[in-house]
């Protein structure tokens, strides 16, 4: 599939942006801060229904000199196998009574649209597939679990979206249950009784979700561990398996059971110890856990692994490639490495790829591309490279 | 409020900007209309206004709201009094009604369980439709809650509380939307639907 048009407004320095684009690369240039990875960000928006994740939401809504603009608009035109689809995703900043309005911080509320219908986020999210590369996913291998759980997360329910609902109610249950325990951890009121119909609808929803993730666990043992094989030729290999948290839970028993069993511990903890929101992805380097051992070229390339059987699981999923985002990747790689990372990169695919310094990216990638420059959230076709 | 908008006005505006889907624009809008409207229709809606609080009480016997205690639903003779439809909120019970399909009585629980908003079994009116079941004359109590897990688990605490008794216990059936398409229905909605057929 390929974007064939994309419109922003006031999404973070980009306040309007219009382009079209063709299948192929393009290349974003320009100085550091200037919006490249902004636009790369807006694709993922798209995507994923949200930004980066290290990022406040909010953030998303351009603002300057202290003052945020209402909303920010992503619209796009999107090619694919099935026909074309227009998509629109709108962030806007809500205040305290939900309504829209213009405080510096507050919750951030989506509204996305198909062809100009409303529509649920869940069904949304992955009819534009994109798989996002940065150099800050090394934090996916050394930062805390829930990075590695939205990684899971956001591949999963871009190829299914029943997988993406049933993570919206679960996260409902849970935070319905942690009230509930801290509730009966303050006060005494409510019993384990209260708690049942909690616990059944937490098992329900957890087990589908569980489910899904191992497939795609299953399915990085396989592409991921080969493409790093490819990529770093020495040996070590890289493994994945899915942790299920908490002593309490052997694979023998019924999560209800578990639950039951972990019951006092819950409530003295007065939060949910175990299910979906607990896992993690575990990953390990010649059978040691990747966190705590590899060199920096070990963990770059082994991030891109990830990325690249994200990108076949969605090509699986989807019958046609996504597109990719490379974002800055190929300056923190020596020149080896950068050429057999662009071998990767399937042909036909709609690729951009920005870079601050051009001498970086590989040939490959750069002979067939047509330029955009990025200067102060002003993006332009290069002159020789505009469209027709 | 701005600077220099009489105090009236500006106590007005705050006012009817905390009302539920009532934007600062739209309070200003309506206090604007207000002072320019008939003195009459100013006084109209003074009145509805305080004769809402005045007048209004809950019923005694299903917990809806109406000017008298019992409410006409509860002493209207030609609904069906053995027949009892439990709902969330008043507004359910207008809705119900909308449909012309019910003509038992209503029992009105004033909320679901929510632990987040901290409404507990007990904040409900769970026990008094026990009391009413027990006080006997109910044969069949349809829940009539949302189709959202805080009315779900409000549905289960009510049959559980309920069971004792051996009332007839029915649910609201779930599924497709009037003018729905089978084609667009989410899949937990048509299994449901699935789960929920019936013989021709």
Known sequence: MYCRRLELKDFRNLRSVELNFSPGIVLLVGANAQGKSNLLESFLALSTGRGRSTRPMVDLIHSSAGERRAFARVRSEVSARNGATRLELVFSVLDGNGRIGRPRRGRTARRAMIDGKSTTLSRFVGRLKAVYFSPEDVDLLIGPPSLRRRFLDISVSQADDTYLRNLMDYNHIVTQRNALLREIKMTGRGTSRSLEFWDMKLAELAVPIMDSRRQFVNHLSIYAADCFRRLWDDGESLEFSYAIESAARMESVSMLEALKALREREIGAGQSLLGPHRDDLTITLGNRSIAGYGSRGQHRLAVLSLKFAQLEWLRNAAGELPILLLDDIFSELDSRHRATVANQIPEHAQVFVSSADIASVPRRLVDSARMLSVNGGVVEWKQVDAPQ | ?200
């Not at chain 2, 809650?145 to 008794?165: H, K, M």
């Open chain 2, 1 to 200: 409020m701005v600077d220099g908008v009489p105090g009236p006005i500006s106590r007005l505006v705050e006012e009817l900007s905390k009302l539920p889907t009532i934007g600062p624009k739209t309070a200003g809008r309506l206090a604007f209309f207000l002072l320019k409207a008939p003195a009459r229709q100013v006084d109209q809606l003074a009145e509805a206004l305080r004769s809402l609080r005045s007048e209004i009480v809950e019923c005694s016997v299903c917990f809806n709201f109406s000017d008298g205690d019992p409410c006409h639903f509860c002493t209207d003779p030609g609904r069906e009094g053995s027949t009892v439809c439990v709902v969330e909120d008043p507004l359910d019970v207008l809705a119900v009604e909308r449909s012309a399909g019910f003509r038992g009585r209503y029992h009105v629980l004033h909320g679901a369980i929510s632990p987040l908003e901290g409404i507990g079994p007990d904040d409900l009116k769970i026990d008094e439709l026990l009391e009413r079941v027990k006080d006997g004359g109910v044969a069949e109590v349809i829940v009539a809650t949302n189709a959202t897990f805080e009315g779900d688990a409000t549905a289960l605490e009510i049959a559980r509380v309920l069971e004792e008794t051996g009332v007839r216990l029915t649910r609201l059936a779930r599924g497709l939307a009037t003018g729905g398409d089978i084609e667009y229905a989410d899949p937990t909605t048509l299994s449901q639907a699935l789960d929920g057929r019936r013989e021709f």
